[in-house]
């Protein structure tokens, strides 16, 4: 998705964005107040600039939603411009267009981020194996990704490649499609997971003991 047609879904609200405002907040640099009014901006959408009934609605002094909406204006998150109305007539409205516009970037940043991460897992392996992947296990990798694979779980089912002395992906992927279908998301599910089987093990143990003594008292 390129950041023109991420920018339109944004502003023609098709994806959620308050979360993206409240995780976004320390980064903004946005106190409690001005970030009501950036939510209460975002939901009005494009509308005629009254400061009166903005106060009324939130219930804060006008001076004080005044001196907020001047301060938005200094953070580069809105701009007040004048817009013709259904009736001819010119009128000033509050634009967040560029708000849209950082939280494009936000998100962009985000989604290069979760590529770069891809790459990383394909170099890892090329590392591990000390060869260059072909392009069918490329296409391996890529569907790990597309299944949400966690990537430390990845990098956990690649050194038990290792450990078996096994260089293949199919191997590792066989590793982790059994992991997925025994509910192994994390890798806290498969350290729980190893810790249950380590516990087994040692019940078993416990029993096989307690049994060839019982043997030997007889």
């Given at each position: 998705m390129n950041g023109t047609k991420l920018n339109e879904l944004i502003k023609d609200k098709k994806i959620v964005i308050p979360l993206y405002f409240l995780r976004m907040c320390n980064e903004l640099d946005l106190n409690k107040r001005e970030l009501l009014l950036l939510l209460y901006l975002y939901d009005m959408n494009d509308f005629p600039f009254n400061p009166s009934k903005i106060?009324?609605?939130l219930s804060v002094d006008m001076l004080e939603i005044m001196n907020d909406i001047s301060i938005l204006s200094?953070?580069?998150?809105?701009s007040v411009s004048a817009k013709e109305n259904d009736k001819g007539v010119i009128e000033e409205v509050i634009n967040l267009d560029d708000l849209y516009n950082k939280i494009t970037l936000k998100i962009m940043e985000e989604l290069n981020s979760h590529e770069e991460l891809t790459d990383n897992i394909h170099d890892m392996i090329e590392l591990e194996f000390n060869r260059k992947l072909t392009p069918l296990e490329h296409d391996v990798i890529n569907d790990w990704d597309r299944n949400n694979y966690d990537k430390l779980v990845i990098k956990e089912a690649v050194k038990e490649a290792s450990i078996n002395g096994v260089s293949n992906l199919r191997y590792i992927d066989k590793i982790l499609y059994d992991?997925?279908?025994k509910g192994i998301r994390t890798i806290n599910d498969l350290k729980n997971n190893k810790e249950q089987k380590e516990e087994s093990?040692?019940?078993a143990n416990y029993v096989m003991d307690d049994w060839?003594?019982?043997?030997d008292d007889e």
């Open positions: 106060a009324s609605d200094d953070k580069g998150l809105i992991w997925y279908k093990i040692d019940n060839l003594n019982m043997d």
